[in-house]
């Protein structure tokens, strides 16, 4: 109902009347191939592992996502998590699909909130992704994962930091899937990911795909 009430502006340049205008659209920094076959990441040319998840202990066979997590990208997320607009949820969908191949597994499982302002407010953009994802490629999403502990802000840490900070953060509520993607708004540094693909198998999954919206791009290919 809300998302009716409020009035549409692009989230690239503002202009009234629709939530991301074509010019915008056509504008978004979308990744495309060559990407490192293992983490996503924009590579200049294909490669098994990349300069940012080489000797990286990774729990997910793979990571891949529609758009960097730059320019209006980067605003559309941040105006979903903070608004939870369901309308957003399935626009990003919509770009998930036009990039990344449907994966060859039997359920989404999304990553569940970490009980900051989104949580507070009823937003989970990776469990309302998980749901427009599913209904697309026809799949069956799975409330397989909860948070094990709170989690200290991961913005500002670096990234062995990071992996510190999420390591055991969730834990399977259920037997996994065997074969299963995993859900999320945006990929930065992977530490989440990983973390969490790390339950699933621990939880009976054997091999896990990630499927983000987003991605941070940590080494631009030249
Ligand atoms: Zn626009
Ligand atoms: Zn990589």
């Given at each position: 109902?809300?998302?009716?009430l409020?009035?549409?502006?692009?989230?690239?340049?503002?202009?009234?009347?629709?939530?991301?205008?074509?010019?915008?659209?056509?504008?978004?920094?979308?990744?495309?191939?060559?990407?490192?076959?293992?983490?996503?990441?924009?590579?200049a040319?294909?490669?098994?592992?990349?300069?940012?998840?080489?000797?990286?202990?990774?729990?997910?066979?793979?990571?891949?996502?529609?758009?960097?997590y730059?320019?209006?990208?980067?605003?559309?997320?941040?105006?979903?998590?903070?608004?939870?607009?369901?309308?957003?949820?399935?626009?990003?969908?919509e770009?998930?699909?036009?990039?990344?191949?449907?994966?060859?597994v039997?359920?989404?499982?999304?990553?569940?909130?970490?009980?900051?302002?989104?949580?507070?407010?009823?937003?989970?953009?990776p469990?309302?992704?998980?749901?427009?994802?599913?209904?697309?490629?026809?799949?069956?999403?799975?409330d397989?994962?909860?948070?094990?502990?709170p989690?200290?802000?991961?913005?500002?840490?670096?990234?062995?930091?990071?992996?510190?900070?999420?390591?055991?953060?969730?834990?399977?509520?259920?037997r996994?899937?065997?074969?299963?993607?995993?859900?999320?708004?945006?990929?930065?540094?992977?530490?989440?990911?990983?973390?969490?693909?790390?339950?699933?198998?621990?939880?009976?999954?054997?091999?896990?795909e990630?499927?983000t919206?987003?991605?941070a791009?940590?080494y631009?290919?030249?």
């Amino acid at each position: 109902m809300l998302d009716l009430l409020l009035p549409q502006r692009c989230l690239g340049c503002s202009r009234p009347g629709t939530q991301l205008c074509d010019s915008c659209r056509a504008t978004l920094p979308r990744l495309r191939p060559p990407l490192c076959d293992r983490c996503g990441a924009p590579t200049a040319w294909p490669v098994a592992r990349c300069r940012e998840c080489a000797g990286r202990r990774l729990a997910f066979a793979s990571a891949r996502a529609a758009v960097a997590y730059e320019g209006a990208a980067r605003r559309l997320a941040a105006s979903w998590k903070e608004r939870g607009l369901r309308r957003l949820a399935a626009l990003a969908a919509e770009l998930v699909t036009e990039a990344v191949p449907r994966p060859a597994v039997s359920a989404l499982v999304s990553v569940p909130p970490d009980g900051g302002r989104s949580r507070r407010r009823g937003h989970d953009p990776p469990a309302q992704l998980a749901r427009e994802l599913a209904e697309r490629w026809e799949l069956e999403v799975v409330d397989a994962l909860v948070r094990a502990r709170p989690l200290a802000r991961q913005r500002g840490l670096g990234l062995a930091e990071r992996r510190r900070n999420v390591a055991g953060a969730f834990a399977p509520r259920i037997r996994a899937p065997a074969w299963v993607a995993l859900v999320d708004d945006v990929y930065t540094s992977g530490s989440t990911a990983a973390a969490a693909a790390s339950a699933l198998r621990s939880a009976g999954a054997r091999r896990v795909e990630v499927v983000t919206f987003a991605r941070a791009i940590r080494y631009p290919p030249r």
